[in-house]
């Protein structure tokens, strides 16, 4: 059963802050459309030229495993190390808030897509602006409604094995 953990205002505040403090802690990333879903996140993220060979980003939040070591390194500045650091200080913050340290916040992995044109970008912007209205249909919601429409206009976007980039 998939949970709907931001369904709480205060675990979709920390999300919302953990997403918009990124620019702070990555200087070459600025931030573009998103939304805090009850049980999951969209955002589109713009990772600009990195900086001058020699200069790494500071880690803003490495999460720890349960046994309390770091998790493998990634990166620095890469798209992975900024979901990394999104996820762990959002969680950070969910767990102060629920009295749960070490708890279970996302799933272990995220997916991600190379928007290769404006007339996608502008598609997938859509897509996030209308998602909270379309979640009695979302395949994230637990209690989905099916919907044949639903799925023909956004298959492209939400299946992770999607090749296509229309509909």
Do not use: C
């Amino acid at each position: 059963m998939k949970r709907t953990v931001f369904a709480d205002g205060r675990f979709a505040d920390a999300v919302d802050k953990a997403w918009t403090s990124l620019p702070a802690h990555f200087g070459h990333v600025s931030l573009d459309a998103f939304v805090v879903m009850p049980n999951h996140f969209h955002g589109i993220v713009w990772i600009h030229e990195q900086p001058a060979a020699g200069y790494v980003d500071a880690q803003h939040v490495a999460p720890q495993r349960r046994d309390g070591r770091h998790l493998p390194r990634v990166l620095p500045g890469s798209l992975g190390a900024i979901v990394r650091s999104f996820k762990a200080a959002s969680t950070k913050t969910i767990n102060e808030l629920r009295g749960s340290p070490g708890g279970t916040v996302w799933q272990r992995n995220y997916y991600d897509r190379i928007v290769r044109n404006e007339d996608e970008l502008n598609r997938i912007r859509q897509y996030i602006i209308d998602n909270p209205l379309k979640w009695a249909t979302d395949p994230e919601n637990p209690e989905r409604v099916r919907d044949t429409g639903y799925e023909r206009m956004w298959g492209w976007l939400e299946s992770p094995t999607a090749t296509r980039l229309w509909p």
